[in-house]
């Protein structure tokens, strides 16, 4: 057994549900099944975009998890199959396909097994490859002015991410819309604006939206931008009531 030297000074973390450890893990009697389920957390919690699955063919060629049967003895190409097999009858993951082509992994939860059922119909497509990175530890988006990578040098959230840690479940129609949103707007901005409506309660992606486009016509930096550490924001302008007036006129 090697000697492990210890985590680094800022270590990056993998997101697992709680109740995994309550539910989940004191039945967990197999450590075939409990290695694949571990590697799948960090998997799924690196992915970005929507929906978040892991290719079968990836998993097998996962490294750290080929690595972690080897070091046990045992033949990784029986093992991660027998363990994914098992995991699935669990009912952690969900294993879907279409149309006998590519299987994925997802997590087993409400709004992955819509995204599942939208894969089985080829309304959506999960990004094939190796995941990028680590899972960031669930919390409030980054902020403007910490590193372009992101807090303690974690990697920016996507906007999928940003939405399902602040608002909640994705729908596939709503992820097209996020989809347009990352494409016109600055991930700073997205960040920002999501963290303004967490502070502001209004957890809605209508909120959101409302705050990039005023930035989008009016530019971000007229005193509220949180790069200008002298300005203040008044957060009441970003609410606009239905006769076109904020909240501050």
């Given at each position: 057994?090697?000697?492990?030297?210890?985590?680094?000074?800022?270590?990056?973390?993998?997101?697992?549900?709680?109740?995994?450890?309550?539910?989940?893990?004191?039945?967990?009697?197999?450590?075939?099944?409990?290695l694949v389920t571990l590697h799948l957390f960090r998997l799924l919690g690196a992915k970005r975009g929507y929906p978040r699955a892991v290719a079968y063919d990836d998993l097998?060629?996962?490294?750290?998890?080929?690595?972690?049967?080897?070091?046990?003895?045992?033949?990784?190409?029986?093992?991660?199959?027998?363990?994914?097999?098992?995991?699935?009858?669990?009912?952690?993951?969900?294993?879907?396909?279409?149309?006998?082509?590519?299987?994925?992994?997802?997590?087993?939860?409400?709004?992955?097994?819509?995204?599942?059922?939208?894969?089985?119909?080829?309304?959506?497509?999960?990004?094939?490859?190796?995941?990028?990175?680590?899972?960031?530890?669930?919390?409030?988006?980054?902020?403007?002015?910490?590193?372009?990578?992101?807090?303690?040098?974690?990697?920016?959230?996507?906007?999928?991410?940003?939405?399902?840690?602040?608002?909640?479940?994705?729908?596939?129609?709503?992820?097209?819309?996020?989809?347009?949103?990352?494409?016109?707007?600055?991930?700073?901005?997205?960040?920002?604006?999501?963290?303004?409506?967490?502070?502001?309660?209004?957890?809605?992606?209508?909120?959101?939206?409302?705050?990039?486009?005023?930035?989008?016509?009016?530019?971000?930096?007229?005193?509220?931008?949180?790069?200008?550490?002298?300005?203040?924001?008044?957060?009441?302008?970003?609410?606009?009531?239905?006769?076109?007036?904020?909240?501050?006129?």
């Amino acid at each position: 057994m090697r000697n492990f030297p210890g985590f680094p000074s800022r270590p990056d973390y993998v997101a697992i549900p709680r109740v995994f450890f309550t539910d989940v893990l004191p039945s967990i009697q197999d450590l075939g099944e409990l290695l694949v389920t571990l590697h799948l957390f960090r998997l799924l919690g690196a992915k970005r975009g929507y929906p978040r699955a892991v290719a079968y063919d990836d998993l097998l060629a996962d490294r750290p998890l080929v690595a972690g049967f080897s070091e046990l003895g045992r033949d990784f190409r029986q093992e991660i199959p027998r363990g994914l097999d098992a995991a699935a009858a669990r009912g952690t993951f969900l294993r879907v396909s279409r149309n006998g082509g590519q299987e994925w992994v997802m997590l087993n939860t409400p709004q992955d097994r819509r995204a599942a059922d939208a894969l089985r119909r080829g309304e959506v497509s999960p990004s094939r490859g190796q995941v990028e990175g680590t899972a960031a530890p669930v919390g409030l988006p980054t902020l403007p002015g910490e590193s372009s990578t992101g807090q303690a040098g974690l990697p920016q959230r996507d906007i999928f991410t940003l939405y399902e840690e602040t608002i909640g479940m994705l729908t596939p129609l709503l992820a097209e819309r996020l989809q347009e949103a990352e494409k016109e707007y600055p991930a700073e901005w997205l960040q920002e604006a999501f963290q303004i409506a967490v502070e502001q309660n209004a957890r809605r992606w209508s909120y959101v939206e409302r705050i990039l486009e005023r930035w989008k016509v009016e530019g971000k930096d007229d005193g509220t931008s949180r790069g200008h550490p002298t300005k203040t924001r008044d957060v009441g302008k970003y609410f606009i009531w239905p006769d076109g007036r904020s909240r501050g006129e």
